[in-house]
């Protein structure tokens, strides 16, 4: 099992450009999340999706931020535009709904907006 | 929603055993005690949980009062791989984890 992948592991951007970050999350997996981590702010839920339908993006911080999840085996998450307090790295994570809320995560994109 | 307070670092020597406290004495009844640890630079990766049962598994062991205010997640032989931050978590709405600042474990030789 290649575990959750995600892409691109590192961007750098300007501030008002798009970026997309990406996630395949482990085959069989119903759930899908995506988390920020800053050094002020820690490990922060943004969205979490079950069988593809987005169930709670109370964490999303504003408008500028979406995440879809076209199927049950790809996700993106776009800032449109980009700011540099959007700098963190984002992690991608899934879950089996039959291990309850264990949760897997990729090894995260490491964004720089400048 | 039940929140967890760990200290901010530890210190363990090589081959000895680490044991990192936490407290969550607003936790209810049904909610489970989950660990995590974050390598440096690495996705947060699950080690155990549990609900009011002593757990073990290859990684650690993990220990809950009888009430249930407390638990300890324990190393038996940390190495230096151990070293990271480790997150105490009681989930706060379904699916959704609270993690909190941690513990930096540093493992010394």
């Known amino acids: 099992d290649a575990g959750v992948i995600q892409s691109p592991r590192h961007e750098v951007t300007e501030m008002g450009q798009e970026v997309t970050l990406r996630c395949k999350p482990i085959s069989g997996h119903d759930y899908l999340f995506w988390y920020r981590q800053t050094m002020m702010r820690g490990l922060e839920l943004l969205i979490y999706?079950?069988?593809?339908?987005?169930?709670?993006d109370s964490g999303m911080p504003e408008d500028r931020f979406s995440a879809k999840m076209p199927n049950a085996s790809f996700s993106t998450l776009k800032i449109q535009p980009s700011e540099p307090r959007d700098s963190a790295v984002y992690f991608c994570?899934?879950?089996?709904?039959?291990?309850?809320?264990?949760?897997?995560f990729g090894p995260g994109t490491r964004l720089l907006v400048l | 929603d039940a929140k967890t307070t760990q200290p901010t670092s530890m210190d363990c020597a090589e081959g000895r055993a680490a044991n990192l406290p936490c407290n969550h004495s607003?936790?209810?009844?049904?909610?489970?005690v989950y660990w995590y640890r974050q390598i440096h630079s690495q996705g947060p990766q699950y080690i155990i949980h549990g609900l009011k049962n002593n757990e073990t598994n290859e990684m650690a062991s993990l220990i809950i009062t009888e009430d249930r205010k407390s638990s300890t997640l324990i190393l038996p032989h940390a190495t230096l791989r151990d070293t990271a931050v480790y997150y105490c978590?009681?989930?706060?709405?379904?699916?959704?984890?609270?993690f909190g600042s941690g513990t930096k474990l540093n493992v010394k030789p």
């Open positions: 999706f079950n069988n593809n339908v987005p169930i709670d």
């Open positions: 978590i009681v989930k706060y709405n379904f699916n959704k984890f609270y």
């Open positions: 994570a899934s879950s089996p709904h039959t291990s309850g809320e264990t949760q897997y």
């Open positions: 607003t936790i209810s009844g049904n909610e489970y």
